[in-house]
């Protein structure tokens, strides 16, 4: 679903040496006052601002792989903790996840699908697209609402919870639509609205912007 995807950060060296030299992803633009990281299939770009920014968002990675990504992450950076356990299995996605910060914040989310396999070793190709992203509008339902009429589902429901976390998206890929104030997990993060921009697949472009406003449009060639 994730074509590419734009977030905002106030440190802007010490995540493109994350990225590219911590985690050894391919840097794919260098700019001034931005870079982009390609991630599988998404091509991810970290852009600067004075605010300091922080986001949720989570990889795919092959479900064969997640141990052995669990221990090549774990040499890198540290592995937060929650309920005095490093990692955690979804059975609503058959999937198993572990979380870590990177030097802005975010709290990134390696998900590990248990139906699908990589063999090799660990490489640029062990992270396969970004699967989730956070979205934290001022208004849920509105936001939530404006994504269904855009062909973007909910998975499990008919109605966004305004006080819980949503998932919109179709297979292995989601927006979690989430209020303010609502703890990230696997953190000890309250959920904040920051801006970011995100073009799918399909041809649209989706958009909060700095006041929480959600925006859905279809994208400029």
């Given at each position: 679903?994730?074509?590419?995807?734009?977030?905002?950060?106030d440190?802007?060296?010490?995540?493109?040496?994350?990225?590219?030299?911590?985690?050894?992803?391919?840097?794919?633009?260098?700019?001034?006052?931005r870079?982009?990281?390609?991630?599988?299939?998404?091509?991810?770009?970290?852009?600067?601002?004075?605010?300091?920014?922080?986001?949720?968002?989570?990889?795919?990675?092959?479900?064969?792989?997640?141990?052995?990504?669990?221990?090549?992450?774990?040499?890198?950076?540290?592995?937060?903790?929650?309920?005095?356990?490093?990692?955690?299995?979804?059975?609503?996605?058959?999937?198993?996840?572990?979380?870590f910060?990177?030097?802005?914040?975010?709290?990134?989310?390696?998900?590990?699908?248990?139906?699908?396999?990589?063999?090799g070793?660990?490489?640029?190709?062990?992270?396969?697209?970004?699967?989730?992203?956070?979205?934290?509008?001022?208004?849920?339902?509105?936001?939530?609402?404006?994504?269904?009429?855009?062909?973007?589902?909910?998975?499990?429901?008919?109605?966004?919870?305004?006080?819980?976390?949503?998932?919109?998206?179709?297979?292995?890929?989601?927006?979690?639509?989430?209020?303010?104030?609502?703890?990230?997990?696997?953190?000890?993060k309250?959920?904040?609205?920051?801006?970011?921009?995100?073009?799918?697949?399909?041809?649209?472009?989706v958009?909060?912007?700095?006041?929480?406003?959600?925006?859905?449009?279809?994208?400029?060639?």
């Amino acid at each position: 679903m994730f074509k590419s995807v734009m977030f905002y950060t106030d440190r802007l060296a010490a995540m493109r040496r994350f990225y590219g030299n911590i985690l050894e992803l391919e840097i794919t633009e260098r700019l001034e006052d931005r870079f982009t990281v390609r991630i599988g299939e998404t091509e991810v770009t970290f852009v600067a601002t004075d605010r300091p920014a922080f986001y949720h968002f989570a990889i795919n990675i092959p479900g064969n792989q997640f141990t052995m990504l669990k221990y090549w992450v774990k040499d890198r950076v540290p592995l937060n903790w929650d309920g005095g356990v490093d990692e955690v299995y979804f059975r609503n996605f058959d999937a198993d996840s572990m979380y870590f910060e990177d030097p802005a914040g975010n709290i990134v989310e390696l998900i590990g699908r248990r139906k699908k396999d990589l063999f090799g070793d660990v490489s640029q190709a062990s992270f396969l697209n970004v699967s989730e992203v956070g979205i934290v509008p001022r208004d849920v339902a509105k936001a939530g609402g404006d994504l269904m009429k855009a062909g973007i589902p909910l998975r499990g429901g008919t109605e966004v919870d305004p006080h819980n976390l949503n998932f919109l998206g179709r297979g292995e890929t989601f927006f979690v639509v989430v209020p303010e104030g609502r703890r990230w997990y696997f953190s000890k993060k309250d959920a904040e609205s920051h801006p970011l921009k995100a073009a799918l697949d399909d041809g649209l472009a989706v958009q909060l912007d700095d006041d929480g406003t959600l925006t859905v449009s279809e994208q400029e060639d």
